[in-house]
């Protein structure tokens, strides 16, 4: 299973990435997560001990290895590279490993320009192709408002693009977006998550306005995912609500493809 989890910032996904990892790994699954999002958060949402998250270094930022890997050298512009670097040792060699989750934080590409092709972007992008056409592990993967930084052939690679989903016009705007995204290259795998919660009413504006996007459940507004935040744990180790919602999503999630 290979699920990438997207959203307009601050809807939640961060925390449905972590609570999914952890029940998978609670199945007894090879769970491996990673963080694509450039606001990395993913360790807490984990559970990741303090003195952990401290050693963790983003990939993007391993400017010797990737220079070495890709043949570039470092701060030197308009030179040639490696397009295709070779990335398979990568997860084993830096990944962390916490409650049966092993983590891998990507990091970001401050790029001058659009359309800039520089030796870390090229490693990213051929060690996101590799855990997602190579791993046999289950994949999820906390990612940008956006699917856009995914090639045709890793986009479908992944087994489902989940969108989560406040209940504001805004957050719908961002779900249909990544759709229309999605169905340019040839994905249709697009389902959606509410989240935060509160009413019937909520819930039923999410699937009124979702369109054709298939729900899978929602995620209540809970003090406990705030407690969680504050005091540096995983939502898993606060919430059982959020385990049962976790739970949930992910039969539904399942089922759906299994329907598909």
């Known amino acids: 299973m290979k699920i990438a989890i997207t959203g307009k910032g601050g809807a939640g996904k961060t925390t449905l990435a972590g609570i999914l990892a952890r ?4 199945d007894g699954y090879k769970v491996l997560a990673v963080d694509a999002d450039p606001d990395s958060n ?17 990939i993007s930022e391993m400017k010797d290895l990737i220079a070495q890997r890709t043949e570039a050298i470092p701060g030197l512009v308009g030179q040639m590279f ?9 997860p084993q060699r830096y990944c962390v490993d916490h409650n049966g989750v092993k983590l891998l934080v990507m990091g970001t590409v401050k790029q001058g320009g659009t359309g800039c092709i ?10 996101m192709s590799h855990l997602l056409l190579c791993t046999n ?8 408002a956006g699917i856009e930084h995914l090639g045709r052939a890793t986009a479908q690679a992944v087994d489902a693009f989940v969108v989560v989903v406040e209940p504001g016009r805004r957050s719908i705007q961002t779900l249909k977006s990544i759709k229309k995204l999605s169905e340019d290259i040839g994905v249709n795998k697009v389902f959606a998550v509410g989240n935060k919660i ?3 009413e909520e819930k039923d504006f999410i699937i009124n306005f979702s369109g054709d996007v298939p729900v899978l459940g929602f ?3 809970d003090e406990k995912v705030v407690q969680a935040d504050i005091l540096g744990v995983s939502p898993y180790e606060k919430s059982q609500e959020k385990i049962r919602e976790g739970m949930a999503i992910k039969e539904k999630l399942e089922k759906s493809l299994r329907d598909l």
């Open 137 to 144: 592990e289950v994949l999820i993967m906390d990612m940008e």
């Open 82 to 90: 490696k397009l295709n670097p070779r990335v398979e040792d990568i």
């Open 42 to 58: 993913l360790a807490s949402a984990l559970g990741f001990p303090e003195e952990v998250m401290g050693k963790i270094v983003p």
């Open 23 to 26: 029940i998978y790994a609670a």
């Open 219 to 221: 995620m209540s507004y």
């Open 118 to 127: 520089c030796p870390e972007h090229a490693f990213l992008k051929a060690l």
């Open 198 to 200: 509160k009413t019937q």
